[in-house]
């Protein structure tokens, strides 16, 4: 089993940044991508970003790209989210998630962390 804990949320500005960091614990060998997620307030759970746990192979949705980064450290067992220029509609839980495999369903979730952006 696996246990990811995600932290860095919070309440900001339009246009400022935020790093959103993930732990991951247990049985770490297994994960072969470690990806974000977001969930705002009456909408679906949307794919954020993802990484490959080994390679670094990165991957964002539209929405993210040149705006937010994700990155890894291998040696922590961690996965960082920073994100900059945010805008009001990154308003979500965002969370963490982990999957043994590229094209598989993601198998491991954290409990989500809270980010706010005002105007």
């Known amino acids: 089993q696996v246990q990811l804990v995600e932290s860095g949320g919070g309440q900001v500005q339009a246009g400022d940044s935020l790093r959103l960091s993930c732990a991951a614990n247990?049985?770490?060998?297994?994960?072969?991508?470690m990806g974000w997620f977001r969930q705002a307030p009456g909408k679906e759970r949307e794919f954020v970003s993802s990484?490959?746990?080994?390679?670094?192979?990165?991957y964002y949705s539209d929405y993210a790209k040149g705006r937010f980064t994700i990155s890894r450290d291998n040696a922590k067992n961690s996965v960082h989210l920073q994100m900059n220029s945010l805008k009001p509609e990154d308003t979500a839980v965002y969370y963490c998630?982990?999957?043994?495999?590229?094209?598989?369903?993601?198998?491991?979730w954290g409990q989500g962390t809270q980010v706010t952006v005002s105007s």
């Open positions: 247990g049985r770490t060998s297994s994960i072969y991508v």
């Open positions: 990484i490959t746990w080994s390679g670094g192979t990165t």
């Open positions: 998630a982990g999957k043994g495999t590229l094209l598989g369903r993601y198998d491991y």
